[in-house]
């Protein structure tokens, strides 16, 4: 990666480049059940859960990711804008959301994404397993903690 890359945790201030991200993506659009999830006020209490980190290329922000206990541990989002993809930056990311989770009590997370995108292959790249489908169609894909 770039030194120009830097990392912060994800905070109220951030509210607007993780929407600038989050619609940037090419891949994995907005679905109609995953609205709710955008709205200002839930949006604030999923960053204000602490599992969230906010990426930097040199003065734009890149990309995001965050962890989400509701109760059960999934990955509430990982986006990466296109023209920052391939450098690492999602890598970093999930790295940094799935720590925080299992240091915080997760034995597993579960996440959703469309099956067959990008996506899901690099999420299998780094250890998920394709568990099935959720109600929506969406591929869903779990990480266990090393050793379990």
Not at 11 to 33: C, D, G, Q
Not at 43 to 53: F, K, T, Y
Not at 71 to 80: A, D, Q, S, T, Y
Request: charged share 25%; hydrophobic share 35%.
């Amino acid at each position: 990666m770039d030194s120009l890359i830097t990392f912060e945790k994800l905070t109220a201030k951030h509210l607007p480049y993780l929407y600038e991200i989050r619609f940037s993506v090419e891949e994995n659009l907005l679905h109609p059940h995953q609205i709710q999830y955008l709205q200002r006020k839930q949006a604030l209490e999923d960053i204000n859960q602490g599992g969230g980190w906010i990426c930097k290329c040199g003065e734009d922000y890149a990309g995001v990711g965050f962890g989400l206990f509701i109760p059960e541990p999934l990955i509430g989002g990982l986006f990466v804008k296109p023209e920052y993809q391939s450098m690492g930056m999602g890598s970093a990311l999930l790295a940094r959301v799935t720590a925080w989770m299992f240091e915080h009590g997760a034995e597993a997370i579960h996440l959703t994404t469309d099956p067959g995108s990008k996506a899901e292959g690099f999420y299998q790249h780094h250890g998920w397993d394709v568990i099935g489908r959720d109600e929506f169609g969406q591929a869903e894909l779990v990480k266990r903690k090393e050793g379990e």
